[in-house]
T-cell receptor, first 114, second 112 residues
Framework: KAGVTQTPRYLIKTRGQQVTLSCSPI?????VSWYQQTPGQGLQFLFE???????NKGNFPGRFSGRQFSNSRSEMNVSTLELGDSALYLC?????????????FGQGTRLTVV | GQQLNQSPQSMFIQEGEDVSMNCTSS?????WLWYKQEPGEGPVLLIA?????ELTSNGRLTAQFGITRKDSFLNISASIPSDVGIYFC????????????FGTGTLLAVQP
C-alpha cells in the first residue's frame, strides 16, 4: 500500500511570508503528527492530529498551526516565516491503538527561508 | 523537557564489523522505537519494542528494551555499506499517541 506522501518536497520562501505543507497518511491511519528537523535541535514534535482534532502539541510558537480533514489528510501552516524556520518538516502517520504505536514517516518537505 | 541520550554520536567502521549503539532516559517509557534516516529521506522504522526486557531481531539488526524501561540498545551485525545513515531511538508516551521523542542520533559510516 502507498506510504505517507508529503508535498511539496522542496520550498523556498521569503521572511515574513506564510507557507502550507500537506501530508497524506497511509490509508486507514487516523493519526498524523508533524515534526521539525534541524541540525541544531534534531527532530522535534510539533503537533498531532487524530480524527480532525489536535490531540498533542509541542513547544512551538503560535505561528505554527495545523489541521486535519475528514479523510485524515493533514496540513500544517507557518505564518510570518523567520530564517530559523528553515528545516525539514516531517509528517508521520499511525494507526494508534493501544497495541501499536508505530509511526511511519513521509520523505519530508525541505523548507528554506531566505 | 524529556531527553534521550543517544551514544555514540558517530561511528566510522569497516565493512563486516559489528555495531552497537544505545539510548538512555531519566524517565520510564512504554515503547522504544529505532529508526534509520538516509540523506533526503524521512526516518524509516527498523524495530519496535513494547515490553521491558524484550529482545527483537530484524535481519542483521537486534534491539533490546531495557529491564528498567529507561534504556534500549541496537546492534547491527556484519555491517555493509548500505547501513550508512543516521540511526535514531525514539519513545512514545503511554497510551495511544503518535507523539514521539527522538534521541540525538548516531551517524554510521561504513567503509567498504
Amino acid at each position: 500500500k502507498a506510504g505517507v506522501t508529503q508535498t511539496p518536497r522542496y520550498l523556498i520562501k521569503t521572511r515574513g511570508q506564510q507557507v502550507t505543507l500537506s501530508c497524506s497518511p497511509i490509508s486507514g491511519h487516523r493519526s498524523v503528527s508533524w515534526y521539525q528537523q534541524t541540525p541544531g535541535q534534531g527532530l522535534q514534535f510539533l503537533f498531532e492530529y487524530f480524527s480532525e482534532t489536535q490531540r498533542n502539541k509541542g513547544n512551538f510558537p503560535g505561528r505554527f498551526s495545523g489541521r486535519q480533514f475528514s479523510n485524515s489528510r493533514s496540513e500544517m501552516n507557518v505564518s510570518t516565516l523567520e530564517l530559523g524556520d528553515s528545516a525539514l518538516y516531517l509528517c508521520a502517520s499511525s494507526l494508534v491503538d493501544l497495541m501499536n504505536t508505530e509511526a511511519f514517516f513521509g520523505q519530508g518537505t525541505r523548507l528554506t527561508v531566505v | 523537557g524529556q531527553q534521550l541520550n543517544q551514544s555514540p554520536q558517530s561511528m566510522f567502521i569497516q565493512e563486516g564489523e559489528d555495531v552497537s549503539m544505545n539510548c538512555t532516559s531519566s524517565s520510564i517509557f512504554n515503547t522504544w522505537l529505532w529508526y534509520k534516516q538516509e540523506p533526503g529521506e524521512g526516518p524509516v522504522l527498523l524495530i519496535a519494542l513494547y515490553k521491558a526486557g524484550e529482545l527483537t531481531s530484524n535481519g542483521r539488526l537486534t534491539a533490546q528494551f531495557g529491564i528498567t524501561r529507561k534504556d534500549s540498545f541496537l546492534n547491527i551485525s556484519a555491517s555493509i555499506p548500505s547501513d550508512v545513515g543516521i540511526y535514531f531511538c525514539a519513545v512514545t508516551y503511554g497510551g495511544a499517541t503518535n507523539k514521539l521523542i527522538f534521541g540525538t542520533g548516531t551517524l554510521l559510516a561504513v567503509q567498504p
